[in-house]
Structures are given as C-alpha cells and as structure tokens.
C-alpha cells in the first residue's frame, strides 16, 4: 500500500469508527501509521478513568479501524488516562478532539 493511499485511508476509517462511540468522557482521539512493522495505531485519550461502555465503544472502533486494513496490519490500540486540564498527546492525525475550556 503507498504512503498515500495509506494516509487517505486512515482518517476516515478511524472517524468512521467513532460513529455513535462518542461519549463525553472522550477527550481525544488519533490515528497513526507505522509501515514498517505495520502497525496502525489507534490512541483514545479520556478524562480519567473510562466507564465500561466508553471503554467497551472505542474498544469496537478499534476493531473497525483495523477491519479497513488486510494483512499484515495489525493494530497498537491505546487507552489513555488524561484527566482535564492535563494536556493531550494526540497521535499524527487527529480525528476527534473534545470541546473544553482553555486552562
């Protein structure tokens, strides 16, 4: 796959994904690529610890992203604990960022 059609994929897929998993302890959410070893990364950053259906929904994105991709993708999906006001670490793209307040 080129570099190209790589990154044209990897938006949409991840935005795609998000599609009623959107819930309000979800700060942010980012996608990467890593051609070699193949590796799409997937990086889900809450405001504390996530409740089990949050956890659950972007669990599910994370399966529907990587669904896009044939072998031998595989996927690096990460949970991440970031309580307001911390600052996020989004990944290369950037596909959702919650609306707060500046600090």
């Known amino acids: 796959m080129s ?4 990154a ?13 998993a959107i ?14 070893p193949h590796v799409i990364r997937v990086r889900f950053e809450y405001d504390g610890k996530p409740a089990d259906q949050v956890l659950d929904a972007c669990q599910v994105a994370g399966t529907e992203v990587i669904a896009v991709f044939t072998d031998p ?4 999906e990460q ?5 307001y006001p ?13 609306a707060e307040e500046r600090v």
């Open 86 to 98: 911390l600052k996020l670490n989004r990944l290369e793209h950037l596909v959702y960022l919650r």
């Open 23 to 36: 819930y309000p302890q979800l700060r942010q959410a980012s996608i990467e690529a890593d051609e070699h």
């Open 79 to 83: 949970h991440c604990e970031v309580p």
């Open 8 to 20: 044209v994929k990897l938006q949409p897929s991840l935005k795609r994904a998000l599609w009623g």
């Open 73 to 76: 993708w595989t996927i690096d």
């Open 3 to 6: 570099d190209l059609s790589l």
